[in-house]
């Protein structure tokens, strides 16, 4: 009999993106709420029994969500704003009012801040706890979902996002700090033992409450806080006869393990492939009780590749030398992988079997469990690991030389621009010509039905190459006339010739490797397809130079070249497991340094080099920020600009992530202007950038473009006076807070006239 198996979460946007198309369709008013509902059951339905039927025996229930899980936990605990809540909208449509915003006839409402979920291209909405607001049990969702499984015959495991947690990430009214008053811990304590109470008299087996937040640093008062909130929860298991399980992951949990055992759960998640070492030599060091399961996460949640069946063994076997109990988990939830390799028939099956999504995880976690529990004159076991070992014989790819002697020839001075950039400051002033508070955008424009469909016109052959490019020309064209018609200052070309801002770049490098169907979900029904980095990289051709030039061509504008960094690059595909972080990044900064200098030679005066997700992968631990991180993702990004001359403009944007505490390196990333995601996060990251005496010059957002609404006028105005309060006007852009590539053009263009007519309005105040 194999060891015990648990899944921490399941993907739930379905293996053909089904969710994301019943609920668009919702939003259009091309399908009823009915069908949206309908087929969240059948999606719940279809992952419960695919886990049953691999042999999984914990299943996870209450992982599945319309939009996102902290939202869905802020409803359960009648964490809702009164704004929200006035709407008089049904329980869909206020959920989906506070993820995307609401403008129509029951009211006008911005969506809540939206921030990254750790160290993922996750988003996660956050909580917002006012002085009104009255902590408690109200919703139903996990009992249902429950309850739905059970009449399948699948006693799930549910899972909740526990208190700590959720309080950690919760802020109160405009993204203020929130002060976990007495009265908060005690309402939020009580809400979640009528959780365990609620299952257990439902016949709940094991409660999992995700506490990822306990892998970060701890601030005086957190263990405290945490034996508060739990003291009442583990009491309630007197009701009945579930277990409760605290599970961790994306770090380690060295300063915790010890109070969690004192507490009394009945099992501990423990992240085994981030926070392996650290984890386990807390094991050692912490007694665990016999009545204790620990969960030993040992297949990845978080990238791609296929597991290496004698490091988990070998992981497996450690932690049983310290603890009796000890159940074989995925890392993280799944959530974070794609569905299925079953769909990729272009690969090829030699490439394919280095790769395991989240349905080929589940076999693998069943493997692994079976050959924790295996005799040594197992043959069939035997086969299983020898198969499984010749993934990793270190043929799969051969180094670039090229590539690899390019590094070495690096010196100091391919890392720092020459003037500094004050000085370059004023010469691109004087060069450029930009009017006081410049107004642009963050790069892509609306990707339209239109658009998408002569791209797949292209790649089925209805089309040849000559009409797609004839037709791209003519979008720019478009859309270069309408930014000028509405007065912007720094243009873009639109980005209508790509698909993806990492995609599209990975297709003209060498040493990557594309899916067909290996969708993620990014927030709410967004979704993304990372590229897989399969080998060394290198520029395989010129990438943005022609359409760059072609837009520039068509105006007396500044056009900015647009171009996604090293970094986000990185961040955002699936990285090789067999060389290092550091070295993928600085082989992708050589590749878009080569392609900043060719912009360059084409005259183009502006170019920006996107690192969105530059914190996304910031450690959770502040001691392992510089060492781990920013000590070579910093200079990664520097090298990608260092050899433009001083009269061009380096811009850089970043979104949806906390940047207060990395501010300085931020500044020291040496752009010369960067933009950031601040509306939806009411600024606060002025306060930062002020404390800071922070150089570059900046553009936080001044509306969000992940919501329908159009911004008024008005409310644009105070955004860029709330703006000016803490920056030097000499210093600041106006744009929106990220790309457009989303949004209908409906939305785009009155939205982007209200804020070249806001613009305009301030700089009359202002007198200029």
Known sequence: MSAITS????????????????????????????????????????????????????IPSNDFSYYDQMLD???????????????GLGPEDTLFAIGRGYQGPQGDVTAQPMKKWFTTNYHYLVPEIDAETDIRLVGTKPFDEFAEAKQ??????????????????????????????????EATAAAYAQIVERFNGQGAEWIQFDEPYLVLDKDDGDLDLLRRLYAPVLAARASGGAKVLVQTYFGHIADTLATLVDLGFDGIGLDLVEGRDENLAALQATPIPDSVSIFAGVINGRNIWRNDYAQSLGLVDAVHQVARNVVVSTSDSLLHVPFTTANETKLGADVL????????????????ASLADATDDSRKASDVLAANQALFDGTRVQPDEKVTARIAALTEADYTRQPARAERQKTQRAELGLPLL??????????????????????????????????????????????????LDVLVHGEFERNDMVEYFGQNLNGFLFTQNAWVQSYG???????????????????????????????????????????????????????????QTTQLALAIRDEVLDLEAAGIRVIQIDEAALREKLPVRRSDWYSKYLDWAIPAFRLVHSGVKPDTQIHTH?????????????????????????SRSDLTVLDAIHDAHFETEAGPGVYDIHSPRIPSVDEIVDKIHAILAKMDVNKV???????LKTRGDEETWPSLENLVAATKKVREELGK
């Open 73 to 87: 936990t802020a409803i359960l605990l009648n964490v809702v704003p009164k704004r929200y809540r006035d709407l």
């Open 654 to 678: 970043m979104c949806y992530s906390e940047f207060n505490d990395i501010i300085r390196s931020i500044d020291n990333m040496d752009a010369d202007v960067i933009s950031f995601e601040a």
């Open 353 to 368: 079997r280095h790769f395991a999504f989240a349905v080929e995880k589940l076999g693998e976690l069943v493997d692994v």
């Open 733 to 739: 852009w106006v744009n929106p807070d990220c790309g």
């Open 525 to 583: 029904t967004r979704c993304v397809k990372p590229p897989i980095v399969w080998g060394d990289v290198s520029r395989a051709r010129p990438i943005t130079v022609r359409w760059s030039s072609y837009a520039q061509s068509r105006t007396n504008h500044v056009v900015k070249g647009m171009l996604t960094g090293p970094v986000t690059i990185l961040n955002w595909s699936w990285p090789r497991e067999d060389v290092s972080h550091e070295l």
């Open 152 to 185: 399948l015959g699948i006693v799930t495991k549910p899972v909740v996002i526990g208190p700590y947690t959720f309080l950690k990430l919760a802020r109160g009214p405009q993204a203020a700090e929130l002060e976990l008053t007495d009265a908060i811990v």
């Open 438 to 487: 410049p107004t642009t955008t963050i790069g892509s424009f609306p990707q339209t039905r239109e658009v998408r469909q002569y791209r797949a016109r292209l790649r089925k052959g209805e089309i040849d190459q000559k009409t797609y490019d004839d037709f791209i020309a003519g979008k720019i064209d478009e859309c270069i006339k309408h930014q000028e018609q509405i007065g």
């Open 7 to 58: 899944v921490i979460g399941f993907p739930r946007i379905g293996e053909n993106r089904e969710l994301k198309k019943s609920i668009e369709a919702y939003w259009k008013g091309n399908g009823s709420i009915e069908d949206m509902r309908a087929m969240a059951r059948s999606l719940r339905e279809k992952h419960w029994k695919l886990q049953k039927d691999a042999g999984v025996d914990l």
